[in-house]
């Protein structure tokens, strides 16, 4: 996956509901790692927001416990090897429908071992370098929180995921 500063690109997530006498089962998993490239021709900050999604559950915009009918995706940026656990995650890491921009603690562990995720000045979504010159590339970890038990709906749904990229 590649960003422009001058275009967007998105990733779409699966999600897999589990489910016990036909009611989901609340999950919290890091459900997967991407990877978004710089091929403008100037440094970037990279942006994350929720595009689109299928299926009747809303996005949580907090860190309290999802409720029924709702989930909570979260994003960090990292060093390509990094063990992202859920619990490097917190409230400057959510994902909504509105268009925020990666900084020093947005959408960056504030809890993980920096010999773990890195530095957020070197590897997270700000301040991206240009292809050829700097570090252009920036690897996401995505944590998604299901809703409560008693959540109903469809057993598969996607989320588009949209990256775009500002000087």
């Known amino acids: 996956m590649a960003a422009k500063a ?6 779409r997530l699966y999600l897999l509901s589990l489910f016990r006498n036909d009611l989901i ?34 996005p949580s915009e907090n860190m309290n416990e999802v ?15 990094a063990t992202i656990t859920s619990a490097d995650f917190g409230d400057d890491d959510i994902i909504t429908t509105l268009s925020n921009g990666a900084n020093a603690v947005e959408y960056w562990s504030q ?3 920096v010999s773990d995720v890195g530095t957020s000045a070197l590897n997270g979504g700000f301040n991206v370098g240009v292809e050829g010159l ?10 998604f929180d299901a ?6 709906g469809s057993a598969i749904a996607y989320l588009n995921v949209g990256v775009t990229a500002t000087q």
Request: glycine share 6%; charged share 15%; net charge negative.
């Open 6 to 11: 001058d275009g967007n690109t998105s990733f």
């Open 134 to 143: 700097a570090d252009n590339e920036r690897h996401l970890f995505v944590r």
């Open 147 to 152: 809703g409560a038990v008693g959540t109903t």
């Open 111 to 113: 809890t993980a071992d």
């Open 67 to 81: 409720d029924i009918n709702r989930y909570r995706l979260m994003g960090a940026f990292a060093v390509h090897n």
């Open 25 to 58: 089962v609340s999950f919290i998993a890091v459900v997967i790692s991407t990877v978004v490239r710089n091929l403008s021709n100037t440094n970037v900050d990279f942006n994350l927001h929720i595009a689109s999604t299928t299926g009747s559950w809303t």
